[in-house]
């Protein structure tokens, strides 16, 4: 975010690459690196390591799409998303789809904790088959003036909330992705805040547009787009889209974001999509689709005014919208 690319949609070749035969292909250099140990079973076994290839749980995709949550838009080609990226842990450039694959997705524990009747850990798959998934397709506005169109694949996060049980006093939902520099690259860049920290309002985390996504195009997320739990929070720049969640804590205190930590003055907490209020260091008037060259003006709470401008009367005190 700080450094800005210029969008360049060409693929690498191994973007181009059937993405089955090169999920296959990194497999098996795996199975060759580790030799005997994984062939004799002291490693994963055959079908534990397809699936932790295929990701979480991959028997309950595509779930059944929500004809409520549409874009006019197309939908974006499922090549762009996948390779073109923004995951600081695994490096600050657009190119780390294929470093983020030694990510371990399987088993991923999760711990919702703070002001909870309910605190817990649990495994992100017993998490996941507890909940309504469904598909939406929702447009998602990177504060850096790129856009897509993408069919998510998740449950409300409301449903977590409620789980949950937050106590009176909370007033703030506080995310955070996972800390191992052993397999984040980018996480021993000691000058980063990390953990990637992100957080709501209750009341902005209860919308009903507030969805956890587990899935993506109809299969399980892929690691590079925040496997295997991420935020996506249309109406809101794509960095409070938080990724590969590990932490819910539930909170009296208004949290201090990463961004927000790094350099408040453009990265705010709010971070409403608004085209009328520009970045300190370029305009949000008009955004640029993934794939394409063409500008298109970007929509106040990136078109989702009707369902949230409602959760911000009273504030307008605040800098709602960077
Ligand atoms: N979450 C973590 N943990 N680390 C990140 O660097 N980048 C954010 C957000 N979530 C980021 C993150 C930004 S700036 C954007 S635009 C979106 O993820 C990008 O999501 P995508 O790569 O799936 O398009």
Known sequence: ????????????????????????????????????????????????????????????????????????????????????????????NKQIWQAAQDLPVQPWQVVIDGLVDKPMTLDAADLVEKMPLEERVYRHRCVEAWSMVVPWT???????????????SAKYLVMQTFEDSDVAPGQRQFWYPWPYIEGLTIQEATNPLAFLVTGLYGKPVPRQNGAPLRLAIPWKYGFKSVKSIVRFT????????????????????????????????????????????????????????????????GLEGETLYR
């Open 154 to 168: 998740g449950f409300p996060l409301k449903a977590l909330v409620d789980m949950a049980a937050p106590q009176g």
């Open 250 to 313: 539930f909170a009296e205190e208004r949290p201090v974001s990463f961004w927000e930590q790094i350099q408040a003055a453009e990265y705010g907490f709010w971070a409403n999509v608004n085209p009328e209020v520009p970045h300190p260091r370029w305009s949000q008037a008009m955004e640029t689709p993934l794939g394409s060259d063409e500008k298109i003006p970007t929509k106040l709470f990136n078109g989702y005014a009707e369902q949230v401008a409602g959760l911000y009367a």
């Open 1 to 92: 975010m700080f450094t800005r690319t210029r969008p360049s949609w060409h693929l690498p070749e191994s973007a181009a690459t059937d993405e089955s035969l090169f999920l296959r292909r990194r497999q098996l250099i795996k199975g060759i690196a580790a030799g005997p140990i994984l062939l004799s079973g002291l490693g994963l076994p055959g079908s534990a390591a397809a699936e932790a290839e295929a990701g979480l749980l991959p028997s309950l995709y595509p779930a059944k799409r929500d004809p409520a949550y549409a874009v006019e838009r197309p939908i974006t080609p499922e090549a762009l998303p996948t390779t073109y990226n923004n995951f600081y842990e695994f490096g600050s």
